[in-house]
């Protein structure tokens, strides 16, 4: 699922201003292996009335949710559609690696440019983490809709920004530092990404769509002695201290800063209290006849 993430530059956008597509890369590598059962339980709960054969992957980032679509759907086709070339690069190395590249066409595109990539006609089209990247989502939400024959689905999936990884009570020179980060990054975000958390149901009706189902699934993943799980809280803390820089007094960042530094004794990758707790949520939403 991937998501993306609440801290990574515009899926929706020019990659051209982007110098750190490669860290976000290796974040949503794995963010979809460490999560992979929570995305496999949202592509099973879909209510599809058949077998979409033909899928667009809006903001397909690496492609968590493209190689969870195909294995929801065997038959299906994924158009997978993103701004940056490093994401695609490797969505394309994935499906070559895993024997399905006929069953995906990767589109590079700006999906708030005014001029859309052709979609044909999707069955079921899938944003996870996406929609909230982009600068004018309602227009967005209106060209999906369109874009869908009568009764083909539309899923998005939100995050409730990072995920958690420390107890309350660490790091032990600075206990509650993990959430005085986040509380930070949401007050940067909340000024640069408006729309992501929000509620997608009101904006999808509002769009033409009838909504079909919502869940939410808390994850809460023990990973001690996981090693995805210790790399995914470095890669998620290291992407977070890009917006902190200004927002946090400086014993927080020190502690942070000592964290992240694999090399020294406080590392994160060295802790063995580790877990992955964060929330996500999908709306499905159908085109009216």
Wanted: hydrophobic share 40%.
């Amino acid at each position: 699922m991937p998501h993306t993430h609440s801290s990574a530059p515009r899926r929706g956008a020019s990659d051209a201003h982007q110098p750190q597509d490669h860290d976000q890369a290796e974040l949503l590598d794995l963010d979809a292996e460490v999560l992979a059962e929570h995305l496999a339980t949202i592509t099973a709960w879909l209510p599809v009335e058949a077998p979409p054969r033909r899928i667009a992957d809006l903001g397909c980032g690496t492609g968590a949710g493209t190689f969870a679509l195909l294995d929801r759907f065997p038959d299906a086709h994924v158009t997978a559609v993103d701004s940056s070339s490093e994401h695609l690069r490797r969505l394309r190395e994935k499906a070559r690696a895993q024997g399905v590249a006929e069953r995906v066409h990767p589109v590079r595109a700006d999906l708030d440019d005014a001029d859309w990539p052709d979609l044909g006609t999707p069955d079921l089209v899938w944003a996870s983490a996406s929609m909230h990247h982009m600068a004018h989502p309602e227009r967005a939400l209106r060209r999906i809709h369109d874009a869908l024959p009568p009764g083909g689905l539309f899923a998005v999936v939100e995050l409730a920004g990072f995920p958690r990884f420390l107890p309350p009570d660490a790091p032990e020179d600075q206990p509650g530092l993990e959430e005085r980060c986040h509380a930070a990054n949401d007050r940067y975000h909340a000024a640069h990404m408006p729309h992501r958390g929000a509620d997608w149901g009101p904006k999808l009706t509002a769009a033409g769509f009838a909504l079909d189902g919502q869940r939410t699934l808390e994850v809460n993943i023990a990973g001690s002695r996981d090693e995805a799980v210790a790399a995914y809280a470095l890669s998620s803390l290291r992407r977070m201290r890009g917006s902190l820089a200004d927002a946090l007094p400086a014993e927080d960042l020190a502690a942070l800063d000592r964290l992240l530094d694999t090399g020294g004794p406080h590392s994160i990758t060295r802790r063995r209290d580790l877990a992955v707790r964060t929330v996500r949520t999908v709306w499905a939403a159908r085109r009216g006849d």
